[in-house]
């Protein structure tokens, strides 16, 4: 048991220098990775405690690092974007993007959403280790191992519905696969897994995206010239998501 409590602090200590890392990185605009990091990183937080849920300060961390996604996801989308459109050659409409991110990487980093998280993230380890003193933790490993094995039902459940939400299944995949890293000594996924689970997030990450931006284009003028390659693009990872889904299912399920 001891052993699993020491991992689960030591990665929330790791996780927290991250963050404090992310967070000069962002308030200084050092680099335009910042963001992508930060996000990384509180995404990592959220796969680990996922499974610890019930536990003591798991709910207060889980909704204060949910305020950080929730805050940042525009952002990110709108770098994603930007980037997308200076690879095409639309820089005007990219550079008016991008020139709005040096602000918000600031307003992200002095604001309140991550200095909430980052304040109960530091008193997090105490938390567990008071919860273990206090004999709370019994059966954690068997806890952890029934989250996961229940998150990778999930996702086979999904996989089997003729009419499944391509943007449910990304969730999953995602959850499966963080999840996975967060505890790799308790991991349950067949060998050929995680491959086969990067390669479809990848192929439903570009249909998100061109959904998204057709969304957009319905309301900002200067994405028109991209909305029929969208389109087709779109379509094209439709078709190359529901192979990989399929392979998934039939060599991991």
Same mark, same amino acid.
């Given at each position: 048991?001891?052993? *699993?409590?020491?991992?689960?602090?030591?990665?929330?200590?790791? =996780?927290?220098?991250?963050?404090?890392?992310?967070?000069?990185?962002?308030?200084?605009?050092?680099?335009? !990775?910042?963001?992508?990091? +930060?996000?990384?990183?509180?995404?990592?937080?959220?796969? =680990?405690?996922?499974?610890?849920?019930?536990? @003591?300060?798991?709910?207060? +961390?889980?909704? $204060?690092?949910?305020?950080?996604?929730?805050?940042?996801? @525009?952002?990110?989308?709108?770098?994603? +974007?930007? $980037?997308?459109?200076?690879?095409?050659?639309?820089?005007?409409?990219?550079?008016?993007?991008?020139?709005?991110?040096?602000? $918000?990487?600031?307003?992200? &980093?002095?604001?309140? !959403?991550?200095?909430?998280?980052?304040?109960?993230?530091?008193?997090? @380890?105490?938390?567990?280790?008071?919860?273990?003193?206090?004999? *709370? *933790?019994?059966? +954690?490993?068997?806890?952890?191992?029934?989250?996961?094995?229940?998150?990778?039902?999930?996702?086979? !459940?999904?996989?089997?519905?003729?009419?499944?939400?391509?943007?449910?299944?990304?969730?999953?995949?995602?959850?499966?696969?963080?999840?996975?890293?967060?505890?790799?000594?308790?991991?349950? =996924?067949?060998?050929?897994?995680?491959?086969?689970?990067?390669? $479809?997030?990848?192929?439903?990450?570009?249909?998100?995206?061109?959904?998204?931006?057709?969304?957009?284009?319905?309301?900002? &003028?200067?994405?028109?010239?991209?909305?029929?390659?969208?389109?087709?693009?779109?379509?094209?990872?439709?078709?190359?998501?529901?192979?990989?889904?399929?392979?998934?299912?039939?060599?991991?399920?």
């Amino acid at each position: 048991m001891s052993a *699993l409590v020491n991992q689960l602090v030591a990665q929330v200590i790791g =996780l927290e220098v991250g963050l404090l890392s992310c967070q000069a990185r962002l308030a200084a605009v050092t680099d335009d !990775e910042a963001l992508h990091d +930060l996000r990384t990183t509180v995404r990592r937080l959220r796969s =680990l405690l996922r499974p610890l849920r019930g536990l @003591p300060g798991v709910e207060q +961390l889980e909704l $204060a690092a949910s305020a950080v996604g929730q805050l940042t996801t @525009p952002l990110r989308d709108r770098e994603v +974007l930007a $980037a997308y459109l200076h690879e095409h050659g639309h820089h005007e409409a990219a550079d008016r993007r991008l020139r709005l991110q040096p602000d $918000a990487y600031r307003q992200v &980093a002095q604001g309140p !959403e991550l200095a909430h998280l980052l304040r109960i993230l530091d008193a997090f @380890p105490r938390f567990i280790r008071a919860s273990e003193h206090q004999k *709370l *933790l019994k059966g +954690l490993r068997s806890r952890v191992e029934k989250r996961l094995a229940k998150q990778w039902h999930k996702l086979d !459940e999904a996989l089997k519905d003729p009419n499944h939400d391509r943007h449910r299944l990304r969730l999953l995949i995602k959850r499966v696969r963080y999840a996975d890293e967060a505890y790799p000594e308790l991991s349950q =996924l067949p060998t050929n897994a995680m491959s086969r689970l990067k390669k $479809a997030q990848g192929a439903l990450g570009d249909w998100h995206d061109c959904w998204q931006w057709l969304i957009q284009a319905e309301q900002q &003028a200067d994405l028109q010239p991209c909305v029929a390659v969208w389109h087709r693009t779109m379509a094209k990872a439709e078709r190359e998501a529901d192979r990989i889904l399929d392979k998934l299912s039939n060599d991991c399920f």
